[in-house]
């Protein structure tokens, strides 16, 4: 309760600004939610036309993925102005309006609503460095899905991973998770939650892992791709 008050005091006497264009307003405000939008129809890895699940049917053969989901681009810059703010700066209000804006977009997609949700996890020192997982509280923030947080991330990447090959970035992803309770996801549908994907690298060896528990269809949605 005491925090509530507290929060609400602080939005009094400092009101939320849009990480995206600086009005003061809220943490995310529409006009620059619907500037960021991609509305698409590309392959997740190829970039070749796809139908709606976005994953061509040659890709579709090589990879664990019934359907990818993403916002926007992170090509627009207005995009990843809003990610490095939440990230980065820690302005974790936008993850509730990321999380609306996430969930209007699985319900356009028909994503089950009995799945189960596993936000990608971060390092423990990474975490602890961050303050927070941006993929977990945007997952907690989607509601009505059941969340889980069994999986575990055993390496950390280095940021020099994001300069390699995209062959390089796959290898470099390899064995660095851990599903810690298997039972949990056996014959179960998955929604990996993840804030940028540029390879599909992070999500696929997850997805695999997952696969190799015994899960059953796995989806995965994030904020931006590219």
Known sequence: MMYKVIHTALDILFPPHCAGCGSASQALCASCARATAYLGKECFFCAGPAEKNNICGQC????DFESIIWLWRYQN?????IIAAYKYKRKSALALPLARLLSQKLREHNIPRDIVVIPVPLHKNKERERGFNQAALI????????LSTVAVRLKETSPQAWTESRRERFKHMENVFLITRPETVQNKDILIIDDVATTGATLSELAR???????????AAVLAHG
């Open 60 to 63: 579709s053969r090589n990879h």
């Open 77 to 81: 810059e207005k995009a990843r102005t």
């Open 139 to 146: 997952a907690k923030n989607l509601g009505l899905y059941s």
């Open 209 to 219: 892992v997952l696969k190799k528990a015994g899960a059953a269809k796995i989806y």
